[in-house]
């Protein structure tokens, strides 16, 4: 079978539209898939607090907070699941939880 | 299966009666004949009983059962005559040949009345004459041929000979030996 | 001009291998199939051919490496007998459900317990649900024959399915019978390149094999994979066919042995078909009509065309070389009697077990199957099903008397 733009396949797609043994054809299809549609606590972040020290990015179960030229950015809300983790261990109060999306 | 020669052998595990079967098979397959050659498989242990089988043919062999009623019996070890019903269907109009030092007579009363004919060969002093050592398989494999005449000595002669060529390539000295104890074994019988 | 030899049937497949030279072999010995490995190993040694050869740890690990390498894109195989497949069981659903269309030669042997070295076709009929395409052999020639097919049936574009190349342990295994091959070009012109669309190691096209699929996705894989199978039908005859242009021995789904005009049958598969025949012969020559199927594809099974070619005869015998404890009979007898009931009502059809754990089939037993399936059909004698064959003492039946 040729690769196939899984973007096409959802639970709907009949049994032949499928690719064959389910593969997924392309790197990175992940981040088509938005779980950040899953939170109900939300993580914000107080740049002005932050020191840029990094703990919060490598804990990150989703890999949603984005780090360009050894800093990081605001959050990756299309793929943060808000589970609280990064505002565990940041030691500056940087990240606060906020109820809901 | 009017047109095929089927051979049972028994030996003990090591004494290369599954090799001699198969040595058999090789050289009939060589003059033309279809072949069959297997062992009765078991845990393979050095000593315990086994048999093994061959059909000769002119015609494709399918049956794919062991031999029950064989045209020749072969028996590598004498102790066996003991233990192992080695007679047991064979065809009286056929053959058995026993490596042993004693003699027809004296073998005879252990083979349950079989009626046909009867050889014995003493493969130990073929074997030790030739090769220095006991390797009672090759003289048996040139009695049996000799007795069954499942084809002409000189084709018999020289496919063993090419066979041991081939699988002695890396020690030729053998070769000879082996040679000398086929034509020693086959002599006596023949 | 073909090659006259003689060669076991480890030997024949072996040789088979060699003239296919796939890619990669991971393989963990067992008997009696360990001389696959073990010659093939020796072919690599002495170069006549380039496959890497892996020695896994395990058979787990065996069929766990085949299935890496199919999905990275080469063309693998491995070799195993037994317990050896049971340790295989999960990945044998693995290689089927990601579609990969790798081998597995398989010499079958009865499993524990109680241990046992020798034939019967409990492994493989307990893999029959894997999803693995299964064909049979009666001898070395045909399990030769069978492997060089094998590849153009798994890798069809309408299959892409691992496939199963089964023959008899000992009984053909190790048992040196006459033999034509094919020459090395002959060989290699048939099976040709492998040359996957996608496949792991493609850097343009990066992929992700054996994702995790919810049940809103797992009964549309079955679908494809079943469909997959369907397509492998038409694709063994073309195949078969075609290996008959180029070796005079045409295959298909199972071979017909003086059965178009047989009132009495036996249903069989592998080496005892051979057997079988000797006493068809012996029984001709009586003036009665019997005959054989024998068969040789069991995945995808050939239910209408068995029942077809079976619909004449007045009574048939099924037998299995494999106890499936329903409690009455084996899965060859299960389904050849499914497919009797879809497409051949009339015919009787019974259910016998053979030759377990290496038990000799002999052809005086054949004869007596035939005769008593004779006796059933004239209303002498009931037929005993679900007999043991060669049992001492008497054993489960059932009497069934015609009606």
């Known amino acids: ?101 | 299966m009017k047109n095929t020669v089927e051979i049972r052998w028994h030996g003990r595990g090591g004494q290369g009666a599954k090799s001699a079967a198969l040595m058999l098979a090789d050289a009939a397959f060589m003059t033309g004949k279809h072949v069959q050659g297997f062992p009765e498989y078991g845990p393979e242990r050095m000593g315990a009983p086994i048999t093994a089988y061959n059909r000769i043919s002119e015609d494709p062999i399918r049956v794919h059962s062991n031999i029950y009623d064989p045209d020749y019996v072969v028996v590598v070890d004498e102790t066996l005559l003991e233990s192992v019903d080695v007679t047991n269907g064979l065809n009286p109009e056929g053959a058995i040949v026993i490596n042993t030092t004693k003699s027809v007579e004296e073998v005879r009363p252990h083979l349950k009345g079989y009626p046909g004919k009867v050889y014995t060969l003493d493969a130990r002093e073929v074997s030790e004459k030739c090769l220095g050592r006991y390797f009672p398989n090759s003289p048996m494999l040139a009695a049996i041929v000799a007795i069954s005449k499942v084809m002409t000595k000189e084709d018999f002669f020289r496919e063993m000979e090419g066979s041991y060529k081939h699988k002695f390539a890396k020690k030729p000295e053998v070769i000879e030996g082996n040679l000398k104890a086929l034509h020693m074994a086959y002599e006596e019988v023949e | 001009m073909a090659i006259r030899e003689r060669l076991s049937g480890n030997e024949a497949i072996s040789f088979a291998i060699k003239q296919v030279n796939p890619d990669v072999m991971p393989a963990f010995p067992i008997t009696p199939s360990t001389e696959i490995p073990q010659y093939v190993a020796n072919y690599i040694a002495n170069g006549e051919m380039d496959t890497e050869f892996i020695p896994v740890e395990s058979e787990h690990s065996s069929m766990s490496a085949t299935i890496g390498a199919s999905a990275a894109g080469a063309r693998a195989l491995t070799a195993t007998s037994s317990c050896g497949m049971a340790l295989m069981w999960e990945e044998l659903y693995v290689a089927a459900s990601n579609r990969l269309p790798l081998a597995l030669c398989l010499v079958n042997r009865a499993l524990s317990g109680p241990i046992n070295i020798n034939c019967d076709h409990s492994d493989s009929m307990g893999a029959r649900d894997t999803g693995f395409i299964q064909i049979y052999a009666e001898n070395n020639q045909e399990v030769y024959d069978n492997f060089v097919q094998a590849y153009r049936i798994s890798e069809h574009k309408d299959v892409r399915l691992p496939i199963m190349i089964c023959q008899d342990g000992f009984i053909t295994s190790h048992a040196v019978e006459n033999i034509e091959l094919l020459e090395d070009d002959k060989v290699k012109n048939f099976v040709g390149e492998y040359e996957p669309e996608n496949y792991l190691l493609n850097a343009d096209q990066p992929m992700a094999v054996g994702p995790y699929a919810v049940s809103n996705y797992y009964m549309e894989t079955k679908m494809a994979q079943n469909t997959a199978m369907r397509n492998a039908k038409q694709v063994i005859l073309e195949v078969g066919k075609e290996y008959g242009e180029i070796s005079g021995r045409t295959y298909g789904f199972f071979e017909e042995y003086q059965l178009e005009d047989a009132e009495y049958a036996v249903v069989i598969i592998g080496s005892a078909a051979g057997t079988t025949k000797d006493a068809i012969d012996a029984l001709r020559e009586q003036g009665k009509k019997v005959g054989l199927l024998k068969l040789r594809v069991f995945r995808p099974f050939p239910d209408e065309e068995i029942a077809k070619a079976l619909s004449h005869c007045k009574a048939v015998a099924i037998l299995d070389r494999c106890e499936s404890f329903r409690g009455q009979g084996g899965p060859l007898g299960a389904e050849v009697k499914s497919a009797i009931y879809d497409y051949a009502k009339d015919v009787a059809a019974f259910n016998l077990v053979y030759g377990l754990g290496g038990r000799d089939f002999t052809v005086e037993e054949a004869e007596e199957i035939f005769n008593d399936l004779e006796a059933y059909d004239k209303g002498e004698k009931a037929f005993a099903e679900y007999r043991y064959v060669g049992l001492r003492g008497e054993g489960y039946t059932v009497m069934r008397e015609k009606k």
């Open chain 1, 1 to 101: 079978m040729a690769a196939t733009d899984i973007t096409k396949i959802t639970e709907k797609s009949e049994w032949q539209d499928l690719t064959e043994g389910n593969q997924v054809y392309g790197a990175g299809t992940s981040k088509l898939f938005h779980t950040g549609e899953w939170r109900t606590q939300t993580p914000v972040f107080h740049s002005e607090k932050c020191k840029q020290c990094l703990l919060c990015v490598p804990v990150c179960p989703d890999s949603s907070i984005p780090v360009t030229d050894c800093k990081r950015e605001d959050f990756d809300y299309d793929h943060c699941k808000g589970c609280g983790i990064c505002a565990k261990v940041c030691p500056f109060d940087a990240i606060s939880m906020k109820e809901g999306q």
